[in-house]
């Protein structure tokens, strides 16, 4: 077993609200345990913190020890990068209170909130801000990457909904960012990761929705998968910005609305969510239905905040998941071709492709307008390896990586950052894209030696 060096964590433990653990305290393993249980790191200290001041002495203290330093939000990210091995891990879990002005539609948001605290505080007022389908997934993390979800396509990614944040430099400075003050580093946050300090409060702008939209699957056989996806690309030319529709290549979980005897067998479903008043929702998905005989469907009015949760309990945490992940600015023939040989051979029962579909608002901010600089992305694809056994670890990776390879040309060769696995440090340059100079010499006055680096990480320029 790896033993994590020894530190004298007094100092730390004396000067902060929260709680610290070290390896051996009760509570130490439940607290490095993380959404994605291919990650087994033990960091040398977990300060939880529960105010401001609490993380200006956590960051103090890594500085002043030069421990490697990680920054845990929700703890979703799948490169494990709330983690740091043998550091120090500022833990905000603890800090998760979301407060909203309904009239001036405004949240404000602490950084360990995840995605169902924020939509539940916001959706209280029938409003929201754009974040991603896993409610279980930390608000901070996803902001600083850029966020999307069902929303995207009507109000942009979750950054274009950011108004201000308060953050905690590498110096320890607690300053406010907005497009006015520390402009720069305002322009860095929207994008560029947790490379530029910790944020202890985001400020967003919130949007009218629901509560109660149009939203739900409709389940396709596999072997009209070919059909339904061209329906799917012809569809999704036209439809409206209100209208999401995401394709998910798996086999069939056993939803109640499919028969018993289709569950485990390969399908295509077509998730969506209709942001607009639900009749006229019907009428625009009508065709959807038309593009084959559906094995099943489930589609109706519910309120937003149940759609968040929908795909939750296939994808709790504890479980090991490997991703790849290409962005694409259209969909071509040979892209189907490819996703269905992957779905002829899925590794595991929970293995799958998710095919998100962007566009709409999330295209109207000119690439350098945030450090989030992939507006010409039409579809995000997540192949998504999940498994229980260490034993398929190869086979489920070999598979997503063999997918990868295999529809990589019909790609725009740009990535979302927040899909990047641990060993993919390669593909960092194409994450930030273009803004990637910018946000180098950003990091230069932020955080000049790098102590903000178990993330995706941006060098200083
Ligand atoms: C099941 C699942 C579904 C997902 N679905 C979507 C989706 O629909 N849309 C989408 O956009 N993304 C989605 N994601 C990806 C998600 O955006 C990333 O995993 C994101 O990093 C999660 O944020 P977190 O706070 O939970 O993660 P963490 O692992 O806690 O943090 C992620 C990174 O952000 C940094 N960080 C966290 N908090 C702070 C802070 N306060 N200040 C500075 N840096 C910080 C960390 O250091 C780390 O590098 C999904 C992820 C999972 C696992």
Known sequence: MKTAPVLDVQPLRA????????????????????????????????????????????????????????????????????LAEGGLVIDLSSMKRVTVDAGARRAMVEPGALLADVDAATQAHGLAVPVGINSTTGIAGLTLGGGFGWLSRTYGMTVDSLESAEVVTAAGEVVHADARRHADLFWALRGGGGNFGVVTRFEFRLHPVGPNLLSGLIVYDARDARRVLEGY???????????????????????????????????????????????????????????????????????????????????????????????????????????????????????????????????????DATAYAHRDTQFIMNVHARWEDPKDDARCIAWARWFFQASARFASGSVYVNFLTEDETDRVGAAYGPNQRRLAEIKRTYDPANLFHTNQNIQPG
């Open 233 to 367: 690309r012809a569809f999704m030319a036209t439809a409206p910005e209100e209208l999401s529709v995401w394709g998910v290549l798996r086999q069939a979980p056993p939803l109640p609305f499919l028969p018993a005897e289709v569950h485990g067998r390969p399908m295509l479903a077509l998730a969506l969510l209709y942001a607009g008043e639900p009749a006229a929702g019907e009428r625009l998905v009508a065709p959807l239905r038309e593009l084959a005989v559906p094995l099943g469907s489930h589609v109706g009015v519910q309120p937003y905040v149940s759609w968040q949760q929908a795909f939750d309990p296939l994808l709790a945490r504890g479980a090991r998941n490997y991703w790849k992940s290409h962005n694409f600015t259209d969909l071509e023939d040979g892209l189907f071709d490819a996703a269905l040989a992957a779905l002829d051979r899925l590794p595991s029962p929970q293995c799958e492709i998710f095919l998100a579909a962007l566009g709409g608002a999330t295209r109207r901010p000119a690439p």
């Open 15 to 82: 000067g902060l609200s929260g709680q610290t653990l070290i390896p051996g305290d009760d509570g130490y393993e439940e607290a490095r345990q993380i959404w994605n249980a291919l990650i087994d790191k033990r960091p040398a200290v977990i300060a939880r913190c529960l105010t401001t001041a609490d993380v200006v002495r956590a960051v103090g203290f890594a500085r002043e020890h030069r421990l490697p330093l990680a920054v845990r939000g929700g703890g979703h990210n799948i490169a494990g990068s709330a």
